[in-house]
């Protein structure tokens, strides 16, 4: 995968309205344009990195590419999971992600709770990989700090 890192900026925007209400875990989704634009050798599967609602702090993340195949979807998807509890929804907001390193394919789950759990420990070893200094250095970098009055795209 060498388009890692991956910077990448879109608009929040609605998505299936699972990840909240079905799962406990919300996600941020991109538009299919942004995941349009993802490179094809960034294949399916959970990804970990660092992400930014506007010009908030940066928080650890992790991220799912592909159709979800618990699910079904037809259309490919990006979804984010910031580990970070935040008070309000941010749709409409620009989400700036940077994705490090690779989990796990994606792959089909027999029940809903063994999709939550295998999700569960996404988190953890995101958190774990995260706290490595390689990779924490990234959470500073200058591509989280948009330009003043930059924080949604209206």
Not at 93 to 121: C, M, T, W
Request: hydrophobic fraction near 35%; include cysteine.
């Amino acid at each position: 995968m060498r388009h890692l890192p991956y910077f990448c900026r879109g608009e929040v925007v609605k998505g299936f309205g699972r990840g909240s209400k079905e799962l406990g875990i919300p996600t941020a989704n991109f538009s299919e344009q942004v995941v349009e634009s993802f490179p094809s050798d960034i294949s399916t599967g959970i990804y970990y990195g660092w992400a930014c609602v506007g010009n908030g702090d940066v928080h650890k993340m992790v991220l799912s590419v592909g159709r979800n195949p618990f699910y079904k979807n037809i259309k490919k998807s990006v979804e984010t999971h910031i580990i970070h509890a935040f008070k309000d929804d941010f749709y409409g907001e620009i989400l700036s992600i940077v994705i490090i390193g690779y989990i796990r394919p994606e792959k089909n789950f027999s029940s809903l709770e063994a999709l939550i759990l295998a999700i569960q420990e996404d988190i953890e070893e995101a958190k774990r990989q995260l706290d490595l200094p390689e990779h924490l250095k990234l959470k500073e970098d200058n591509f989280f700090h948009l330009p003043e009055g930059k924080t949604n795209l209206g």
